[in-house]
């Protein structure tokens, strides 16, 4: 049988309170002298490991407008306009809404011709939320395949 007095309390908790204490400094101090892991974004820019599913990349001359990617998505962000279908459709509108859009790359797999991939990508910033619809027929006019201007050739495409 175990009777603690007042004063055997008194100190056993501020042995505990030191103790807590030290270890918490303990795990402070680890990191204290390690390096820090902060990027100075925008001026640095994370590495981005393959596979990543960021902001997509399409390549509008080889789209058949078969549909497939907006029926895939589960969110219905992407909206496609065509004078015709198969190998002689004009594309006319290919948007994909950002706003919604979730990043799952389930557009990408039904993709008979490849035509949409899941580029490196990330940075979308826009001031207003309508600017995150992204008409990809009028960027291809300007010449590019994404709207941060990322590139991709049909010998090279992303990984999956």
């Not at 042995?15 to 402070?28: D, H, R």
Request: negative net charge.
């Amino acid at each position: 049988m175990r009777v603690d007095s007042p004063v055997a309390e008194y100190f056993g908790a501020i042995w505990y309170a030191l103790k807590s204490t030290a270890v918490g400094l303990g795990v402070t101090g680890k990191y204290l002298l390690s390096k820090p892991v902060t990027l100075q974004y925008p001026d640095e820019k994370p590495d981005v490991p393959d596979g990543y599913r960021g902001i997509h990349v399409f390549e509008v001359e080889r789209c058949i407008a078969c549909n497939q990617c907006a029926q895939a998505c589960p969110v219905d962000c992407i909206t496609i306009e065509s004078i015709g279908k198969g190998k002689n459709a004009i594309l006319t509108r290919y948007e994909i809404d950002y706003n919604r859009c979730m990043f799952c790359g389930l557009c990408v797999e039904p993709c008979p011709t490849d035509c949409l991939h899941m580029g490196k990508s990330y940075d979308l910033t826009r001031f207003r939320s309508e600017d995150c619809s992204v008409e990809f027929v009028a960027l291809s006019k300007e010449g590019q395949q994404s709207p941060t201007g990322e590139k991709v050739t049909w010998e090279n495409p992303p990984s999956r």
